[in-house]
């Protein structure tokens, strides 16, 4: 049974950083792209950013660039993502998502993406 679990979500003032790891089980994505995305309460979800499988290329939304860091230790089958200067309007629930196809760029296209994990809440206080 594949699964995505993330974690390192939590409460931080605004200015503050947070690392959200998630880890996959059950089979390894190291040949594929992986993401992360981010959704509000009320708000439809949106893309954050993407890894491809090596690390090589990354992409990432506007509104975090220059803040947030995306990364992949393959051989602990984990991704993560480096959360710094976190502002009041980056607060949503955090879910990774795993590739469907193998070597694929980076991508913001949910339909590209195959497994989801449960989320981890980022709450920022301002």
């Known amino acids: 049974q594949v699964q995505l679990v993330e974690s390192g979500g939590g409460l931080v003032q605004a200015g503050g950083s947070l690392r959200l790891s998630c880890a996959a089980s059950g089979r390894t994505f190291s040949r594929h792209a992986m993401g992360w995305f981010r959704q509000a309460p009320g708000k439809e979800r949106l893309f954050v950013a993407a890894?491809?499988?090596?690390?090589?290329?990354?992409l990432y939304a506007d509104s975090v660039k220059g803040r947030f860091t995306i990364s992949r230790d393959n051989a602990k089958n984990t991704v993560y993502l480096q959360m710094n200067s976190l502002k009041p309007e980056d607060a949503a629930v955090y879910y990774c998502a795993a590739g469907l196809t193998r070597l694929r760029p980076p991508t913001n296209n949910e339909e590209q993406y195959a497994y989801w994990g449960q989320g981890t809440q980022v709450t920022v206080s301002s």
């Open positions: 890894i491809n499988w090596s690390g090589g290329s990354t």
